[in-house]
T-cell receptor
Framework: DTEVTQTPKHLVMGMTNKKSLKCEQH?????MYWYKQKAKKPPELMFVYSYEKLSINESVPSRFSPECPNSSLLNLHLHALQPEDSALYLC????????????FGSGTQLSVL | AQTVTQSQPEMSVQEAETVTLSCTYD???????LFWYKQPPSRQMILVIRQEAYKQQNATENRFSVNFQKAAKSFSLKISDSQLGDTAMYFCVRGSSNTGKLIFGQGTTLQVKP
């Protein structure tokens, strides 16, 4: 199994809603990532979990809250988002989190109304 | 600054022709990884090819090959026999062994024309 699975694929939410994005991998990777990508731009790193501990937080607003329940799962909890948070949210994993290749999920396209 | 520069925002190529995408990067590290990722209209990010900086031999993957010039900090991607399915945005990426971060270039949009 060489896949990173993200759910849902599409999400529309209001600014007062609470929702969660989910990501799962069964490759035994010990590093998992959240990226935000606007159209025609490169992905921007948000968070990195290494061995289930938050190792990088790129000064992301607190309305985004990551969670890593175990080595296979990564969640991103969303609350009180703004319209400018509309984007493609990509989850990725890598073997050790040392700059080696990432395996990406297919993303969640988020629209905030 | 630890940057990755792709100087060609858009390119096009005729089907079956060869095209080269440019990339330069800046780093003070000695050990790092370089990648080309493609992102087709489906927006799935797909690894095309990978190069470890300590290896002098250029990586190849079927129709895709790189020209890695470590001293010049250059990492170009050559696509041979271009196919319609190669239409995508291509990102040059440098991986840092020190920080664990991947640094993306701004991307090159490649259109393969029939």
């Amino acid at each position: 199994d060489t896949e990173v699975t993200q759910t849902p694929k599409h999400l529309v939410m209001g600014m007062t809603n609470k929702k969660s994005l989910k990501c799962e991998q069964h490759m035994g990777h010990r590093a998992m990532y959240w990226y935000k990508q606007k159209a025609k731009k490169p992905p921007e790193l948000m968070f990195v979990y290494s061995y289930e501990k938050l190792s990088i937080n790129e000064s992301v607003p607190s309305r985004f809250s990551p969670e890593c329940p175990n080595s296979s799962l990564l969640n991103l909890h969303l609350h009180a988002l703004q319209p400018e948070d509309s984007a493609l949210y990509l989850c990725a994993s890598s073997r050790m989190g040392q700059g080696e290749k990432l395996f990406f999920g297919s993303g969640t396209q988020l629209s905030v109304l | 600054a630890q940057t990755v520069t792709q100087s060609q925002p858009e390119m096009s190529v005729q089907e079956a022709e060869t095209v080269t995408l440019s990339c330069t990067y800046d780093t003070s590290e000695n050990n790092y990884y370089l990648f080309w990722y493609k992102q087709p209209p489906s927006r799935q990010m797909i690894l095309v090819i990978r190069q470890e900086a300590y290896k002098q031999q250029n990586a190849t993957e079927n129709r895709f090959s790189v020209n890695f010039q470590k001293a010049a900090k250059s990492f170009s991607l050559k696509i041979s026999d271009s196919q319609l399915g190669d239409t995508a945005m291509y990102f040059c990426v440098r991986g840092s062994s020190n920080t664990g971060k991947l640094i993306f270039g701004q991307g090159t949009t490649l259109q393969v024309k029939p």
